[in-house]
């Protein structure tokens, strides 16, 4: 999770950043010495960059919690980063790039010393003239429709890959990469004259990407390559993706209210955010493509068709109050089609639907029936600059929820299951004020700092605002700030974890600005790894997660999701526990929770939807651990007609169980809405709780999920104008 310092901040955190700002402004004074020539029109580092380099380089080695030196160990496992970085499926660079780029693989601690960047830019500058090659290639391929009766396969995961090593091998590479592409398409009932027009569409348009590449895209791909290398939760926002990073933590900006995409050459609208300035003039549509944009009433229009998505947003946000201009290709409208002029007057827009939100379910046991209330959390956030402004009402995780108990209460519900699936954290303090809410005063969680100093961080606030049954809900995306709520709620005994084992993040860090005096993020940020949290009881959560008390089944692959699957990630360990009183209640009394963990098995015996979803994760594993696919149009056609007629089955398996009418096709299975088995199985369980279950039979043994004492870990898209 990210530290912030304007509240309820701590002594040690407030050291660090102040030294990370000495360091930064000292560390400025060193001037670059580059010898680098590169190539007639490539990307070339600016001076800014160069000087933010080398405060990034001082940062990161006096401030991260690895006490690292950046030398030339670390500058080889750099060099080796930033390739994956720039091709990962080893399929654009040529084995002799790589060995021309080994004269530089010692000189990556010395450059971001320096701020001598540029060979780094030299490497960058060959990927982009290999994407060029093989855009072009790709291009030239589509002038002959391939045989698709020949028996080959295409290897589509080159991660562990060598890199080609000549131009024929990498055009035989390239050869089955765009007939696999093709073959896709073919696999829709499409004609090749459609799918090599398609495609054609397709590779131009990535050509055109890679001649819209800016220096701050290749600065911050190479600021993360070190960054990452300390640890995978440091990182380099450029300062577009800073105020990014702002409206994610804030859940609110400046603009029109439109979540925005490129479709062929055009930013085209994929919604509009209710209550925004387009919902409410009610002139903007889904899929209305925006051609131009205008600054003002009467400023002139810039044509923006074939530019970057970002770059489009950037004109189309600004301040609250000023006005905005867009020309407008209406959707569906063919070619000739007259434009529209829309224009918005910008105001503050409310992401709510990234906001808590709540639901009731209705549980019918006997002649009881129990209301039990979800409420779903995406992430932990906050409104700083509202806060800091002295705004009463300021968004906040912790107030959100507040509020939806209160109006949960007023419903009437018998229980609560708190949702935080896929919820990768955020402030640190929201964790610790949201446990408040459920106990009334204590201890939550434990920092520690580089130096091996400690601080517990206690619920801020005393009092309850909810003590009847709990449930916290969790999968393997939820990290961080979920996994430290989760845990206190856990070792609290305060209520029950279901789901999945958490992702298993246990680190903290620190949000570093690289300005000098400027409010605005002008020279980006960066996040800093600065310390572990540890539980309560003494245990970190790095690596080993939060283990549910009730296991649900997951499509997520434990093995290829976590912490422990990161390179670099720091290590498990433990600290001494500190003192704290369970929970009065009886919901984790000595047998309760083995006992709510047999109820649920028992009754997934017979429930067709959790059949179902086990069916679904296993033919979702079976896929998932194919590397290599066949090129023959046949064998693909067949392959494709069973897994279609699989899903159908499971499906129709389903819905005989419940007394559903079966579905006659595939296509009718597409169009409709899988179910949340997981969340309805949560709120089972919570009936479970509410009505009691018997103790667990003796001849049962009860489930191993809470603790390990092992010390081996165990196997942050639509962009919004905003």
């Given at each position: 999770?990210?530290?912030r310092?304007?509240?309820?901040?701590?002594?040690?955190?407030?050291?660090?950043?102040?030294?990370?700002v000495?360091?930064?402004?000292?560390?400025?004074?060193r001037?670059?010495?580059?010898?680098?020539?590169?190539?007639?029109?490539?990307?070339?580092?600016?001076?800014?960059?160069r000087?933010?380099?080398?405060?990034?380089?001082?940062?990161?080695?006096?401030?991260?919690?690895r006490?690292?030196?950046?030398?030339?160990?670390?500058?080889?496992?750099?060099?080796?980063?930033?390739?994956?970085?720039?091709?990962?499926?080893?399929?654009?660079?040529?084995?002799?790039?790589?060995?021309?780029?080994?004269?530089?693989?010692?000189?990556?601690?010395?450059?971001?010393?320096?701020?001598?960047?540029?060979?780094?830019?030299?490497?960058?500058?060959?990927?982009?003239?290999?994407?060029?090659?093989?855009?072009?290639?790709?291009?030239?391929?589509?002038?002959?429709?391939?045989?698709?009766?020949?028996?080959?396969?295409?290897?589509?995961?080159?991660?562990?890959?060598?890199?080609?090593?000549?131009a024929?091998?990498?055009?035989?590479?390239?050869?089955?990469?765009?007939?696999?592409?093709?073959?896709?398409?073919?696999?829709t009932?499409?004609?090749?004259?459609?799918?090599?027009?398609?495609?054609?569409?397709?590779?131009?348009?990535?050509?055109?990407?890679?001649?819209?590449?800016?220096?701050?895209?290749?600065?911050?791909?190479?600021?993360?390559?070190?960054?990452?290398?300390?640890?995978?939760?440091?990182?380099?926002?450029?300062?577009?993706?800073?105020?990014?990073?702002?409206?994610?933590?804030?859940?609110?900006?400046?603009?029109?209210?439109?979540?925005?995409?490129?479709?062929?050459?055009?930013?085209?609208?994929?919604n509009?955010?209710?209550?925004?300035?387009?919902?409410?003039?009610?002139?903007?549509?889904?899929?209305?493509?925006?051609?131009?944009?205008?600054?003002?009433?009467?400023?002139?229009?810039?044509?923006?068709?074939?530019?970057?998505?970002?770059?489009?947003?950037?004109?189309?946000?600004?301040?609250?109050?000023?006005?905005?201009k867009?020309?407008?290709?209406?959707a569906?409208?063919?070619?000739?089609?007259?434009?529209?002029?829309?224009?918005f007057?910008?105001?503050?827009?409310?992401?709510?639907?990234?906001?808590?939100?709540?639901?009731?379910?209705?549980?019918t046991?006997?002649?009881?029936?129990?209301?039990?209330?979800?409420?779903?959390?995406?992430?932990?956030?906050?409104?700083?600059?509202?806060?800091?402004?002295?705004?009463?009402?300021?968004?906040?995780?912790?107030?959100?929820?507040?509020?939806?108990?209160?109006?949960?209460?007023?419903?009437?519900?018998?229980?609560?299951?708190?949702?935080?699936?896929?919820?990768?954290?955020?402030?640190?303090?929201?964790?610790?004020?949201l446990?408040?809410?459920?106990?009334?005063?204590?201890?939550?969680?434990?920092?520690?700092?580089?130096?091996?100093?400690?601080?517990?961080?206690?619920?801020?606030?005393?009092?309850?605002a909810?003590?009847?049954p709990?449930?916290?809900?969790?999968?393997?995306?939820?990290?961080?700030?979920s996994?430290?709520?989760?845990?206190?709620?856990?070792?609290?005994?305060?209520?029950?974890?279901?789901?999945?084992?958490?992702?298993?993040?246990?680190?903290?860090?620190?949000?570093v600005?690289?300005?000098?005096?400027?409010?605005?993020p002008?020279?980006?940020?960066?996040?800093?790894?600065?310390?572990?949290?540890?539980?309560?009881?003494?245990?970190?959560?790095?690596?080993?997660?939060?283990?549910?008390?009730?296991?649900?089944?997951s499509?997520?692959?434990?093995?290829?999701?976590?912490?422990?699957?990161?390179?670099?990630a720091l290590?498990?360990?433990?600290?001494?526990?500190?003192?704290?009183?369970?929970?009065?209640?009886?919901?984790?009394?000595?047998?309760?929770?083995?006992?709510?963990?047999?109820?649920?098995?028992?009754?997934?015996?017979?429930?067709?939807?959790?059949?179902?979803?086990?069916?679904?994760?296993?033919?979702?594993?079976?896929?998932?651990?194919?590397k290599?696919?066949?090129?023959?149009?046949?064998?693909?056609?067949?392959?494709?007609?069973?897994?279609?007629?699989?899903?159908?089955?499971?499906?129709?398996?389903?819905?005989a169980?419940?007394?559903?009418?079966a579905l006659?096709?595939?296509?009718?299975?597409?169009?409709?809405?899988?179910?949340?088995?997981?969340?309805?199985?949560?709120?089972?369980?919570?009936?479970?709780?509410?009505?009691?279950?018997?103790?667990?039979?003796?001849?049962?043994?009860?489930?191993?999920?809470?603790r390990?004492?092992?010390?081996?870990?165990?196997?942050?898209?639509?962009?919004?104008?905003?």
């Amino acid at each position: 999770m990210t530290i912030r310092l304007t509240r309820r901040s701590t002594a040690w955190f407030a050291t660090f950043v102040v030294g990370a700002v000495l360091l930064a402004l000292a560390s400025s004074s060193r001037a670059p010495a580059s010898t680098i020539a590169l190539p007639p029109g490539a990307i070339a580092p600016s001076e800014r960059q160069r000087m933010v380099a080398r405060r990034i380089g001082s940062i990161l080695e006096e401030t991260h919690y690895r006490r690292a030196t950046i030398d030339d160990k670390m500058s080889s496992e750099v060099f080796d980063r930033y390739l994956e970085f720039l091709d990962g499926q080893h399929s654009y660079f040529l084995a002799s790039d790589i060995t021309e780029f080994e004269q530089w693989r010692l000189n990556f601690d010395d450059m971001i010393h320096t701020g001598d960047i540029d060979p780094a830019y030299l490497i960058f500058a060959r990927f982009q003239q290999r994407n060029r090659e093989r855009m072009q290639y790709a291009l030239s391929l589509l002038e002959t429709e391939p045989n698709w009766t020949v028996d080959e396969s295409f290897e589509f995961d080159r991660q562990h890959a060598s890199w080609p090593s000549s131009a024929t091998e990498m055009n035989e590479l390239w050869r089955k990469r765009v007939k696999n592409d093709a073959l896709s398409l073919m696999l829709t009932g499409k004609p090749w004259k459609d799918v090599s027009d398609v495609l054609r569409k397709r590779y131009e348009r990535v050509l055109k990407r890679v001649d819209q590449i800016t220096p701050e895209d290749v600065f911050e791909n190479l600021m993360n390559a070190y960054a990452r290398t300390f640890d995978p939760h440091s990182s380099y926002f450029s300062p577009r993706n800073s105020e990014e990073y702002r409206i994610q933590m804030s859940l609110n900006y400046e603009g029109i209210g439109a979540s925005l995409q490129m479709v062929d050459d055009y930013v085209t609208v994929m919604n509009v955010i209710e209550g925004g300035p387009a919902a409410v003039a009610g002139t903007l549509k889904a899929n209305d493509r925006i051609t131009g944009v205008a600054q003002g009433h009467e400023g002139a229009l810039t044509d923006v068709i074939g530019w970057r998505l970002d770059d489009v947003v950037q004109l189309i946000r600004g301040k609250a109050g000023t006005s905005v201009k867009l020309q407008v290709l209406p959707a569906g409208a063919g070619p000739g089609t007259p434009e529209q002029t829309l224009e918005f007057t910008r105001n503050k827009v409310t992401l709510d639907n990234q906001a808590a939100r709540k639901e009731v379910r209705t549980i019918t046991r006997g002649d009881r029936t129990l209301k039990v209330g979800v409420i779903t959390v995406p992430g932990f956030y906050e409104d700083i600059a509202a806060q800091n402004a002295g705004d009463e009402n300021y968004r906040s995780t912790t107030r959100d929820v507040r509020r939806l108990i209160n109006e949960l209460k007023g419903q009437g519900v018998d229980g609560l299951v708190l949702d935080l699936r896929e919820n990768g954290g955020g402030y640190l303090p929201e964790a610790t004020a949201l446990t408040g809410l459920f106990i009334d005063k204590g201890p939550v969680v434990q920092l520690k700092d580089t130096t091996g100093r400690l601080e517990v961080l206690d619920d801020p606030d005393s009092g309850i605002a909810y003590d009847g049954p709990l449930a916290v809900l969790v999968d393997r995306y939820s990290a961080s700030a979920s996994e430290i709520f989760a845990a206190a709620i856990q070792d609290y005994h305060r209520g029950v974890i279901l789901g999945q084992r958490t992702f298993g993040k246990g680190t903290v860090q620190n949000l570093v600005p690289l300005d000098r005096w400027s409010q605005r993020p002008v020279n980006g940020q960066l996040t800093v790894t600065i310390g572990k949290f540890y539980r309560i009881t003494g245990e970190s959560t790095q690596h080993h997660g939060v283990e549910p008390d009730v296991s649900l089944p997951s499509p997520i692959d434990i093995d290829e999701v976590g912490e422990s699957s990161l390179e670099a990630a720091l290590p498990w360990d433990r600290i001494a526990a500190v003192p704290f009183t369970s929970w009065h209640g009886d919901q984790r009394a000595p047998g309760a929770v083995p006992a709510l963990a047999v109820a649920e098995d028992e009754r997934a015996q017979h429930d067709p939807d959790y059949h179902w979803l086990a069916q679904e994760v296993a033919a979702s594993e079976d896929l998932h651990g194919m590397k290599a696919v066949s090129l023959n149009l046949k064998v693909r056609q067949d392959e494709r007609v069973r897994e279609d007629r699989e899903r159908l089955a499971r499906e129709n398996l389903r819905r005989a169980a419940k007394g559903l009418p079966a579905l006659k096709s595939v296509e009718e299975l597409d169009g409709t809405e899988a179910p949340d088995i997981i969340l309805a199985q949560s709120a089972q369980i919570m009936a479970d709780m509410i009505t009691g279950v018997h103790p667990v039979p003796a001849h049962v043994p009860p489930r191993q999920t809470v603790r390990r004492e092992d010390s081996t870990p165990e196997h942050p898209v639509p962009q919004v104008e905003r």
